[in-house]
């Protein structure tokens, strides 16, 4: 069981959705995975504070080229569809940063002059979060190369779990975000009521709609700006799975990166009706029990 929660801009309180929904799940028994997708900033593990045990770099193919095979034909540089080769008279010029590894350049090359070395483009790191097994990719810093990170957290974290899989996208509806929440189950859009929430979430329901991926929307900061994303969600016929008013406590637990929900036993009904709200959307499939009584 795979659930994205994602956001058409940042700053909607996306991942602190994320990490509480998490800890009700594991809290009421089950079995749980966090992966933390936004790797250009991931910051659950404010929240969640997992234990690292474990760390490996993460590496794309980047081209090498033999001068001493070279005959300079120029045909590496037509085949790439990056622009991350260039043949000048006597020299290749490989620009990393734009190659996305895809070996094509190797495999036409007519004069086996071109290999293949790695280059680091972030890490993925893992452990323990009071019981929540947990996974985020960091990118490196001026790394343009997302996708492949991501695409490796989520290998570390879905082959072989068997529970409910938590992903923290990136914000926006570019290719991370993609990559982050293919494959899912459900994913929560988190908006705030405001204009800028209500274009971002317009963008946000497109994509999400073009993967053919079961969605509903939780309005942040309920009660701040106006009736508008409301509305839209009751003509586009979309669930709105919560809405959660702006709060002090809210704001001050945030403030020591505190959960809500381990917190505050009236935030942790807005999370059991977010789950039985899936649930019931999602009915005919499968989904792990979750005990009724709060901790
Ligand atoms: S295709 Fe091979 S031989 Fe031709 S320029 Fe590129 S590296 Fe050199
Ligand atoms: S591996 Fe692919 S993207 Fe990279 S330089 Fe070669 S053809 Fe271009």
Same mark, same amino acid.
């Given at each position: 069981?795979?659930?994205?929660?994602?956001?058409?801009?940042?700053?909607?309180?996306?991942?602190?959705?994320?990490?509480?929904?998490?800890?009700?799940?594991?809290?009421?028994?089950?079995?749980?995975?966090?992966?933390?997708?936004?790797?250009?900033?991931?910051?659950?593990?404010?929240?969640?504070?997992?234990?690292?045990?474990?760390?490996?770099?993460?590496d794309i193919p980047v081209p090498a080229v033999d001068f001493k095979k070279c005959?300079y034909c120029g045909k590496c540089a037509e085949v790439c569809a990056y622009h991350a080769i260039a043949v000048?008279?006597?020299t290749v010029l490989v620009f990393t940063e734009l190659c996305h590894g895809c070996g094509g350049c190797a495999l036409f090359c007519p004069e086996g002059a071109i290999s293949e070395v790695g280059r680091?483009?972030?890490?993925?790191?893992?452990?323990?979060?009071?019981?929540?097994?947990?996974?985020?990719?960091?990118?490196?810093?001026?790394?343009?190369m997302?996708?492949?990170?991501?695409?490796?957290?989520?290998?570390?974290?879905?082959?072989?779990?068997?529970?409910?899989?938590?992903?923290?996208?990136?914000?926006?509806?570019?290719?991370?975000?993609?990559?982050? *929440?293919?494959? !899912? +189950?459900?994913?929560?859009?988190?908006? %705030?009521?405001?204009?800028?929430?209500? @274009?971002?979430?317009? =963008? #946000?329901?497109?994509?999400?709609?073009?993967?053919?991926?079961?969605?509903?929307?939780? *309005?942040?900061? !309920? +009660?701040?700006?106006?009736?508008?994303? %409301?509305?839209?969600?009751?003509?586009? @016929?979309?669930?709105? =799975? #919560?809405?959660?008013?702006?709060?002090?406590?809210?704001?001050?637990?945030?403030?020591?990166?505190?959960?809500?929900?381990?917190?505050?036993?009236?935030?942790?009904?807005?999370?059991?009706?977010?789950?039985?709200?899936?649930?019931?959307?999602?009915?005919?499939?499968?989904?792990?029990?979750?005990?009724?009584?709060?901790?």
């Amino acid at each position: 069981m795979i659930i994205s929660i994602a956001s058409g801009k940042g700053g909607t309180g996306k991942t602190t959705i994320a990490t509480s929904l998490a800890f009700y799940l594991s809290i009421n028994g089950a079995n749980v995975v966090f992966l933390d997708c936004d790797v250009e900033e991931p910051n659950s593990a404010l929240f969640l504070k997992p234990g690292i045990d474990k760390s490996q770099t993460v590496d794309i193919p980047v081209p090498a080229v033999d001068f001493k095979k070279c005959t300079y034909c120029g045909k590496c540089a037509e085949v790439c569809a990056y622009h991350a080769i260039a043949v000048a008279k006597k020299t290749v010029l490989v620009f990393t940063e734009l190659c996305h590894g895809c070996g094509g350049c190797a495999l036409f090359c007519p004069e086996g002059a071109i290999s293949e070395v790695g280059r680091d483009i972030g890490v993925v790191e893992e452990g323990d979060a009071f019981g929540i097994r947990f996974i985020q990719g960091r990118l490196s810093i001026g790394e343009p190369m997302a996708v492949p990170l991501i695409r490796e957290v989520k290998r570390c974290g879905i082959e072989g779990s068997d529970g409910v899989i938590i992903i923290d996208v990136p914000p926006g509806t570019s290719c991370p975000v993609i990559e982050s *929440i293919k494959g !899912s +189950d459900f994913v929560i859009l988190v908006t %705030e009521p405001t204009p800028f929430g209500l @274009n971002d979430l317009r =963008l #946000a329901v497109e994509t999400v709609k073009k993967l053919d991926i079961d969605f509903g929307v939780v *309005i942040n900061r !309920s +009660d701040i700006g106006d009736k508008e994303v %409301e509305d839209y969600c009751k003509d586009e @016929n979309i669930p709105i =799975l #919560a809405e959660i008013p702006y709060s002090r406590d809210i704001a001050v637990l945030y403030s020591y990166g505190v959960s809500m929900v381990v917190e505050g036993e009236k935030y942790r009904k807005i999370f059991r009706k977010i789950w039985e709200t899936i649930k019931k959307l999602k009915s005919g499939q499968s989904w792990p029990i979750v005990g009724e009584e709060d901790v």
